[in-house]
């Protein structure tokens, strides 16, 4: 991974005047806690070719009074008379020491979550504040290979199906994550098959280790031997519906090796890697999607999974994917969202869903780079499909700035966020996830008042 240097930069040279009247975001990220120096080092981002830096903060987000998180804070948004809709989630956090596993919290989105970037610290938060530990539910072969949690080997010959590949014949049992990774070839031989996860040292310290490793798989024709960490060795019976073994270690592991011996290898949707209490909170990335996949994913499975993991919430990301699409109305988007989201509620009873809005994207002009002109119109759809189904709403439109705003996050110094415009650098990911769980916590503290 190379060396890396600690700095301790002056956040308010970060911005610069510019003549084209790009928003001036200063206030919104002065509003973050930077007081820690993070550590520098450089990792592929997985948007872009070049390399990003990333900016880890010294586990900063700790539990505040109620005067410092109201301010500078853009709070969540609720339906009309329906505004404790997370205190259910509240009580289950402050509770998890009745729990002998963790409760959580599943983060979909487009390609704007890969690499674990804004849910690493959304993780960091809930751990540090409810307990536990470990970066979560990992797919067995990853969309891209970068990450700023992990890093993960695998045998060649397991091969990636995705619920947003067209071409992928399968009967639409994704697993939570709308991906699964089958072995090809597979004969009459026995294969051994090898899976290996190593935390990345770099990331925060609750996500570096794990005590639970959990893993998830169906279709399997014929029975299977896994082999721990080269030493234990735990036979599995044939299963065509969704089954894990799961494995709990006296101390906190850094790494997991399994080996997997059949001449029919299981279909496998992914291995947990958390505590064994607290919140766990897990990256899931659809990139491409417009966050209307779910319902074509096979719900028995999917409402299985949720209550085999006590998936508590649901936090989904999307929007950018429709942005190109420019149109007069969205309605449409709105509709079939709302199908989705309401698809997705009934997985599970009491499931709490928030749902983050679109972010600014810019596109150059004569006059600069300026927003699309159906941002809003996007976020207004997405709002009002949160709201007609009992949904919390984060505009993270306004929360960054909103109209124009996307150019003063390229151009910060260091930048934060890409120059396609889109995406945020890693940098730039964290400081949206701290103003997020700012935005949690002023609800936290409202519960806590109101108990």
Request: hydrophobic share 40%.
């Amino acid at each position: 991974m190379g060396t890396f240097t600690l700095r301790y930069p002056d956040y308010r040279a970060w911005f610069k005047p510019d003549s084209a009247g790009y928003k001036d975001i200063r206030a919104i990220i002065a509003s973050v806690d930077t007081a820690d120096a993070p550590v520098l080092f450089s990792v592929k981002d997985s948007t872009v070719k070049s390399n990003d830096s990333i900016r880890h903060r010294r586990d900063t987000l700790q539990r505040k009074p109620a005067d410092d998180v109201s301010a500078g804070t853009y709070p969540f948004e609720f339906p009309q008379g329906n505004d404790t809709l997370l205190f259910p989630v509240f009580r289950a956090f402050d509770r998890t020491y009745l729990h002998n596993k963790p409760l959580r919290i599943l983060h979909y989105g487009d390609s704007q979550i890969e690499a674990d970037r804004i849910t690493s610290t959304i993780r960091n938060y809930m751990q540090k504040n409810y307990g536990g530990q470990g970066v979560g539910f990992l797919p067995v072969v990853p969309a891209n290979e970068y990450s700023v949690s992990f890093q993960q080997d695998v045998s060649p010959n397991w091969k990636r199906f995705s619920i947003l590949s067209r071409n992928d014949k399968t009967d639409n049992r994704f697993g939570i994550s709308g991906n699964f990774s089958r072995w090809v070839p597979s004969g009459e031989a026995d294969t051994v098959a090898h899976i290996g996860f190593l935390p990345f040292y770099a990331d925060y310290r609750t996500a570096r280790t794990f005590t639970s490793a959990r893993l998830f798989f169906g279709q399997s024709a014929r029975p299977f031997t896994i082999i721990v960490n080269q030493t234990h060795t735990q036979q599995m019976m044939a299963q065509n519906t969704v089954s894990s073994a799961w494995w709990q270690f006296e101390t906190p592991q850094n790494s997991l090796d399994l080996s997997l011996i059949s001449s029919a290898l299981p279909d496998l949707y992914g291995i947990a890697l958390d505590g064994t209490r607290g919140v766990a909170v897990d990256n899931l990335p659809l990139r491409g999607s417009s966050g209307l996949d779910f319902s074509r994913m096979d719900t028995a499975q999917m409402g299985e999974m949720f209550r085999m993991m006590d998936v508590e919430m649901l936090i989904l990301q999307f929007g950018a994917n429709v942005v190109p699409n420019v149109v007069d109305d969205y309605d449409y988007y709105s509709r079939r969202f709302a199908r989705e989201l309401t698809a997705l509620k009934a997985l599970k009873p009491g499931l709490v869903v928030v749902v983050i809005g679109v972010n600014d994207m810019s596109q150059n002009s004569a006059n600069g780079y300026q927003s699309y002109p159906n941002i809003v119109k996007i976020r207004d759809a997405q709002k009002k499909a949160a709201f007609e189904t009992g949904c919390v709403f984060w505009d993270l439109y306004e929360a960054m700035g909103g109209e124009s705003s996307m150019p003063s996050w390229v151009f910060a110094k260091p930048s934060l966020a890409q120059k396609d415009f889109i995406h945020f650098t890693i940098g730039g990911a964290r400081i949206v996830a701290e103003l997020f769980c700012r935005a949690w916590e002023r609800e936290y503290q409202r519960f806590k008042l109101s108990s």
